[in-house]
């Protein structure tokens, strides 16, 4: 009787279900599942040992190809627990359930949330009334899936699954779930690309576990210092996730990842046979560098090497991925009102200015990016590769063009161009700056300058004395030394200023006025107080230097000062190095002038050029006399 209701229930060769994959020995003992059978679709066999359950033809198997989702629903009804004994019959309430999922090429993806597989029900053991297991029999999670399209209503499936827990867990211990699925009246065809539906029936056993698979891959992330794509001796950077994708020779879809060690090194073992690529995730603080294949092959992109075919039992090593420090270019763009190259006390930065870089990096990327300088002046091109590039400086209108400075990492200085700037591995390129200076003013007014006794009277002398802070402040001394380093500066033997206080410099313009005052060739031996006399007006009237302090005394305090003021030279060019007639702001006749001296003297005493000079600051100081 027994024998008869379990054929009914599982499928004898009556039911359509071929002969080979189940039989019956005699009426009260089901053969276990054959090794050399179960699993014969994936091609692993196993000793077959007890428990053995048995799920009904009433079964429902449905494919969702969208969800990509192979559900199987059925009863579990007989169970043997021994070699050789009854079946028993699994009672009221059961249940078999089975959920993975399979891509629309039929390859495994995984399971589904939750165990892959549960059986429920009741078994009473010793048929004594007494239920020996009563509830969750086994669950499982699914490692393997294999599939035969028969050509007709009736198709076949078998799985592997790693038992998870469940009554019948002890049976289990150190042991996988192998099951036989046929399903009856199929409409699968196949292709997973479509919708299926069929019966289910089989049965589940205990199977030998697939053997640890020994394969691994590794490698290390490394910083490419040299940009040679190798890692000889080079830093390792920790913390960088690389993930392992792929499909085992079990068609087993296998997704991992993991994090360099602390020397940048990483390893993925325990692998099974198959195909594989690797994915680094860029590290934040660097820049793409060469990738390198390992010993089992593969072909290399942008952080992924793909198309690594993994031998049984291999240890595929240096699937190294190389990254690279990034670069930088940076500079600003100031005001430089003294024409020097060199951002000094008072200049200011210049805001907005449009600055362009061009080039081609390492990988014969052509490069352009367009930046503009900040409330600082500064304006930055970072993450910048190795190569060959320009920055260009688009002239600010309000301004005229002034000096440029070369930055640290070399180039060729043109005009607002620096070329040929040969930028390493991770080299931050400094200071390459874009010197302006103020627009030309008007001719020199009143209230622009002083003459020469003014500044050595009483007024003049607390006026010097008052500026930037009172009278130990430097910055008057330390602006003419390095404005006029030939006059007043370390070109000038003892005349040099720099470091000098306010009550220093006061007092070396009353020993200049005096000494030279009662020369008696009057009119050049004047020059040196005139000149001086020039530059403290071009300090106190520009509040950038000096503030608002002179105003205080008379004279017409504006943001750059006399210093932008022009002035026709007249027929003394010669003492300038221009031509006769020739308009030049005051700043600049100041400039020309220290040019020409020679160790703190003017014009190195040449008489000639001494009158025409003093002709020219005579007139200055007295058209512009507060």
């Known amino acids: 009787m027994l024998r008869d209701t379990i054929q009914k229930l599982v499928g004898g060769p009556r039911a359509g279900r071929p ?38 033809a009433n079964g429902a198997l449905v494919y969702d190809s969208v969800g990509q989702n192979f ?30 999922r399979v891509d629309n090429s039929g390859q495994l993806i995984s399971g589904a949330i939750g165990d892959d597989l549960v059986v429920e029900g009741r078994i009473d053991v010793n048929r004594d009334g007494i239920m ?13 899936f294999g599939f035969l399209d028969a050509g007709s209503a009736t198709d076949q499936y078998d799985f592997r699954f790693t038992p998870t827990g469940g009554d019948l867990m002890g049976f289990f211990e150190g042991k996988d779930i192998g099951m036989d699925m046929t399903s009856l009246n199929s409409t699968f065809a196949g292709s997973f690309a479509e919708d299926f539906i069929g019966g289910c029936q089989g049965v589940l056993g205990v199977i030998e576990p697939l053997p640890m698979p ?45 994090v360099t060690a602390p020397d940048g090194s990483y390893l993925f073992e325990a692998l099974a046979d198959g195909a594989y690529s690797l994915v680094e995730t860029q590290p934040e603080a660097y820049l793409d560098g060469d990738d390198s294949v390992g010993g089992a092959g593969g072909i290399v992109g942008e952080d992924i090497i793909s198309e690594i075919v993994l031998a049984a039992g291999q240890q595929a090593d240096g699937y ?28 200011r930065a210049i805001e907005g200015v449009t600055v362009t870089l061009t080039g081609v990096d390492d990988r014969g990327n052509a490069v352009l990016a367009t930046g503009q300088t900040d409330a600082d002046g500064v304006y930055f091109f970072a993450d910048l590769r190795p190569g060959t590039y320009a920055i260009a400086e ?55 300058t002083a003459t020469i006794g003014f500044w050595q009277n009483k007024n003049g002398q607390s006026l010097l004395k008052s500026l930037n802070g009172g009278v130990n402040s430097t910055q008057l001394g330390n602006w003419l030394a390095a404005t006029f380093p030939k006059i007043f500066g ?57 503030g608002a302090t002179a105003a205080n005394y008379g004279f017409l305090v504006t ?44 014009y190195n005493m040449d008489t000639l050029l001494r009158c025409l000079a003093n002709e020219v600051f005579s007139a200055i100081n007295e058209s512009g006399d507060i």
């Open 490 to 546: 370390a070109e000038a033997g003892e005349n040099n200023l720099s470091g000098k206080t306010n009550a220093e410099v006061a007092q070396f313009y009353r020993d200049v006025f005096k000494s030279k005052h009662k020369s008696k060739d009057s009119g050049p031996a004047k020059l040196d107080a005139q000149v001086m006399a020039t530059t403290l007006a071009t300090y106190v009237t520009s509040s950038t230097l000096a």
């Open 132 to 144: 020996d297991y009563d509830g969750v029999l086994l669950t499982g999670e699914i490692a393997a």
């Open 394 to 448: 688009t002239q600010p209108a309000t301004h005229t063009d002034g000096q440029d400075t070369l930055g640290t990492a070399g180039g060729t200085a043109g005009d607002d161009l620096f070329s040929d700037v040969q930028l390493g591995v991770g080299i931050d390129g400094m200071n390459y700056n874009f010197g302006e200076r103020p627009l030309a003013g008007s001719q020199v007014a009143a209230g622009q």
């Open 559 to 602: 943001e750059y000062g006399v210093g932008v003021a022009t002035f026709n030279i007249g027929d003394c060019g010669a003492a300038f190095g221009v031509a006769d007639n020739t308009v030049m702001t005051v700043l600049d006749i100041l400039l020309a002038t220290n040019e020409q001296a020679v160790n703190g003297v003017l």
């Open 19 to 56: 002969a080979r994959h189940f039989r019956f020995v005699d009426a009260a003992c089901c053969e276990k599942l054959e090794d050399r059978l179960l699993l014969s679709l994936l091609g692993i066999g196993a000793e077959i040992e007890p428990p053995d359950v048995y799920f009904d």
């Open 320 to 347: 190294n991925f190389g990254e690279i420090p990034a670069g930088s270019l940076s500079g600003f763009a100031y005001e430089d009102f003294n024409d020097d190259a060199e951002l000094d006390f008072g200049e």
């Open 214 to 258: 020994t394969g691994s891959i590794a490698g290390r992330v490394f910083v490419d210092a040299d940009n040679n794509g190798t890692d000889e001796a080079e830093e390792g950077i920790g913390g960088v996730t690389v993930t392992l994708a792929g499909t085992d020779v079990n068609g087993t879809a296998v997704s991992l990842a993991t």
């Open 71 to 100: 559900d199987a629903d059925a009863a579990p009804v007989a169970i043997s627990l021994a070699a050789g004994a009854r079946p028993i019959q699994v009672l009221e309430p059961r249940d078999f359930q089975l959920h993975i």
